[in-house]
Nanobody, 123 residues
Framework: QVQLVESGGGLVQAGDSLRLSCAAS????????MGWFRQAPGKEREFVAA????????WYADSVKGRFTVSRDNAKYTVYLQMNSLEPEDTAVYYC????????????????WGQGTQVTVSS
């Protein structure tokens, strides 16, 4: 069982930066691919970024490539999402998720989810 708690969301202006954190419980955190997803009002949940167990591989949605960076600190049981050059289109609830022992960007393959943190970008 893994519990995930996101933090770091807020209201910012276009062009600003935010860093989201996801704190995980559970002794096998390093065995999970960690992903970030987001859901905007009236839209479906979409993949944002993911990082492999040891942080060697990362994946990004085309819409955030070059602006967002995912990282993890297995010693701290935490995964991060650094978001730069934020745009109003990035406004959404951001969710952290964990997938055990598989590398995936598909939401349905993630086993555990956090409650989400709101990110609002004003123009």
């Amino acid at each position: 069982q893994v519990q995930l708690v996101e933090s770091g969301g807020g209201l910012v202006q276009a062009g600003d930066s935010l860093r989201l954190s996801c704190a995980a419980s559970g002794r096998t955190f390093s065995r999970y691919t960690m992903g970030w997803f987001r859901q905007a009002p009236g839209k479906e949940r979409e993949f944002v970024a993911a990082i492999s167990w040891l942080g060697i591989r990362t994946w990004y949605a085309d819409s955030v490539k070059g602006r967002f960076t995912v990282s993890r600190d297995n010693a701290k049981y935490t995964v991060y999402l650094q978001m730069n050059s934020l745009e109003p289109e990035d406004t959404a609830v951001y969710y952290c998720a964990a997938a055990r022992e598989i590398s995936t960007t598909t939401a349905e393959e993630y086993d555990y989810w956090g409650q989400g943190t709101q990110v609002t970008v004003s123009s």
